[in-house]
């Protein structure tokens, strides 16, 4: 079956340092890879996406994510949080035999503490 | 300015009575798809429609009905609402006419926290 997982429900970062939050999957094919973020009461928001070629994607708000093929991973990354990088963070996934639909990890909510 | 607009943003009904939240987005978007959103399971896909009149289920369409007459608009019908559906909803967008287009990310509205009781 295809899946996406956030191991981590929550992470706690101290502002300044670095922040890393996981996502790692398991579909058919090559992915297609997204990270969205939510705010509070707010709908969710497009940070970035890894189609192909440079494993490194660069995003919104400094945010990075590295794309592992051999560790099926897609870790979103930060050098320096910011307070109100504190938000919910989902990965989704698009396979070509799920006809197209993401497949969403369960969230995981980022804490940045002052 | 480009967007999904959903409305009501907050509803309390009682169970067995009929709703109807709607979605409407000006990006003139040929994907559309409703989500709702409980703790610890992420976004389920409930219903998505890929151009007006088309739609398909999704991984939780038990219980909603869609209807896509118009390009821009994606109601989601609750016709016996129970407690189990008692959750946040979310509709999006995003493009979908090219090969490309499975690419492009989705907007989603700021969603509808439904409350049955």
């Known amino acids: 079956a295809q899946s996406v997982a956030q191991p981590e429900d929550q992470v706690n970062v101290a502002e300044g340092n670095p922040l890393t939050v996981k996502c790692t999957y398991s579909?058919?094919?090559?992915?297609?890879l997204f990270w969205y973020v939510q705010y509070p009461n707010r709908g969710l928001q497009f940070l970035l996406k890894?189609?192909?070629?440079d494993n490194l994607v660069k995003g919104s708000y400094g945010f990075e994510a590295e794309f592992n093929k051999s560790q099926t991973s897609f870790h979103l990354k930060k050098p320096s949080a910011l307070v109100s990088d504190s938000a919910l963070y989902f990965c989704?996934?698009?396979?070509?035999?799920?006809?197209?639909?993401?497949?969403w990890g369960a969230g995981t909510k980022l804490i940045i503490k002052p | 300015e480009a967007q999904v607009t959903q409305n009501p943003r907050y509803l309390i009904t009682v169970t067995g009575k009929k709703l109807t939240v709607t979605c409407s987005q000006n990006?003139?978007?040929?994907?559309m798809s409703w989500y709702r959103q409980d703790p610890g399971l992420g976004l389920r896909q409930i219903y998505y429609?890929?151009?007006?009149?088309?739609?398909d289920k999704g991984d939780v369409p038990e219980g909603y009905k869609v209807s896509r007459k118009e390009k821009r608009n994606f109601p989601l019908i609750l016709e016996s609402p129970s407690p189990n559906q008692t959750s946040l909803y979310f509709c999006?967008?995003?493009?979908?006419?090219?090969?490309?287009?499975?690419?492009?990310?989705?907007?989603f509205g700021n969603g509808t926290r439904l409350t049955v009781t």
């Open positions: 429609s890929m151009n007006v009149e088309v739609t």
């Open positions: 989704a996934v698009r396979a070509m035999d799920s006809n197209y639909q993401l497949i």
């Open positions: 890894y189609i192909t070629g």
């Open positions: 990006m003139n978007h040929e994907y």
């Open positions: 999006a967008s995003r493009r979908q006419g090219t090969s490309n287009s499975y690419n492009s990310p989705l907007h």
């Open positions: 579909v058919s094919g090559n992915p297609y």
